[in-house]
């Protein structure tokens, strides 16, 4: 069994900062690509950040130059630190990681409960 957890959401005014926190747990033997998603309701999911085991970070335009897209392999954790929140950053926040349980096995994704964020004054 593998899961992800995350943690670090809550309420903040706008203009504030939060970081958001995902570990993945269980029978892991590699992972690919850990990022972050977020929606709102009505919406699709979206891209907010993803960073694959390369180093090659991507992000959505809206959040460049605020949010920053971290990973800790040795504990198979992804972080969000999210600066100069806005209204419209408001959503629930998820964690995604792709990754295998075996040296031969297939890739799966794997997605946590998701956190809520949200961004009033």
């Known amino acids: 069994q593998v899961q992800l957890v995350e943690s670090g959401g809550g309420l903040v005014q706008p203009g504030g900062s939060l970081r958001l926190s995902c570990a993945a747990s269980?029978?892991?033997?590699?992972?690919?690509?850990m990022g972050w998603y977020r929606q709102v309701p009505g919406k699709t999911r979206e891209l907010v950040a993803v960073?694959?085991?390369?180093?090659?970070?991507n992000y959505a335009d809206s959040v460049k130059g605020r949010f920053t897209i971290s990973r800790d392999n040795a504990k198979n954790t992804v972080y969000l630190q999210m600066n100069s929140l806005r209204p419209e950053d408001t959503a629930v926040y998820y964690c995604?990681?792709?990754?295998?349980?075996?040296?031969?096995?297939?890739?799966?994704?794997?997605w946590g409960q998701g956190t809520q964020v949200t961004v009033a004054s």
């Open positions: 995604h990681a792709n990754l295998r349980t075996s040296a031969w096995g297939p890739w799966y994704n794997f």
């Open positions: 269980g029978s892991i033997f590699s992972i690919s690509v």
């Open positions: 960073l694959p085991s390369d180093s090659s970070t």
